[in-house]
T-cell receptor
Framework: EPEVTQTPSHQVTQMGQEVILRCVPI?????FYWYRQILGQKVEFLVS????????KSEIFDDQFSVERPDGSNFTLKIRSTKLEDSAMYFC????????????FGNGTRLTVT | GESVGLHLPTLSVQEGDNSIINCAYS??????FIWYKQESGKGPQFIID?????DKRQGQRVTVLLNKTVTHLSLQIAATQPGDSAVYFC?????????FGTGTRLLVSP
């Protein structure tokens, strides 16, 4: 069964550094998402992406965040200048794009900002 | 604003029992709901979904019930097994994004 893959599984970075989290969505899916989950809390929406542009973003997704689909398979989340509070699990997801279809999630990247 | 929440943070059951996990949602206009299972160190895994034109849907050992009158959703797991131990989230899909509840941890003891 096709799955969403994310790399790296764990990223440690120093405050103020830039990080790029990478995802390979399911190949025939059209919508791509980033979510995050701070330890012990619920999964929070960050951004959705369709047709090479952001379709919706949350208040969390400020100017420090950006997303990109640099080629036909990868989908990336960049945090320009990381803060301690950016430490969380970051999940990539994709969906076929039909209304009322479930999102398929990767296993996440654990980002630790020190 | 939208909110999706859960009544109980932890549910402990014996292996073989039936489990019921509840969820309250506040957006009465939501028309699609999903249950996800999250095991430690993994991403949310799709279990079952239901559209608002239905009040019940069954899968393999799982049943989702939707009560639109009281904006309530439940997940029933039959003959709970140790492998069912995880955090369960309900979510509502507004097409462009998914809104998750806070989760219920299901603990299954042998």
């Amino acid at each position: 069964e096709p799955e969403v893959t994310q790399t790296p599984s764990h990223q440690v970075t120093q405050m103020g550094q830039e990080v790029i989290l990478r995802c390979v969505p399911i190949s025939n899916h059209l919508y791509f998402y980033w979510y995050r989950q701070i330890l012990g809390q619920k999964v929070e929406f960050l951004v959705s992406f369709y047709n090479n542009e952001i379709s919706e973003k949350s208040e969390i997704f400020d100017d420090q965040f950006s997303v990109e689909r640099p080629d036909g398979s990868n989908f990336t989340l960049k945090i320009r200048s990381t803060k301690l509070e950016d430490s969380a699990m970051y999940f990539c997801a994709s969906s076929p794009g039909r209304e009322n279809s479930p999102l398929h999630f990767g296993n996440g990247t654990r980002l630790t900002v020190t | 604003g939208e909110s999706v929440g859960l009544h109980l943070p932890t549910l402990s059951v014996q292996e073989g029992d039936n489990s019921i996990i509840n969820c309250a949602y506040s957006n009465s206009a939501s028309d699609y709901f999903i249950w996800y299972k999250q095991e430690s160190g993994k991403g949310p895994q799709f279990i079952i979904d239901i559209r608002s034109n239905m009040d019940k849907r069954q899968g393999q050992r799982v049943t989702v019930l939707l009560n639109k009158t009281v904006t309530h959703l439940s997940l029933q797991i039959a003959a709970t097994q140790p492998g069912d131990s995880a955090v369960y989230f309900c979510a509502e899909n507004g097409f462009q994004k998914l809104v998750f509840g806070t989760g219920t941890r299901l603990l299954v003891s042998p």
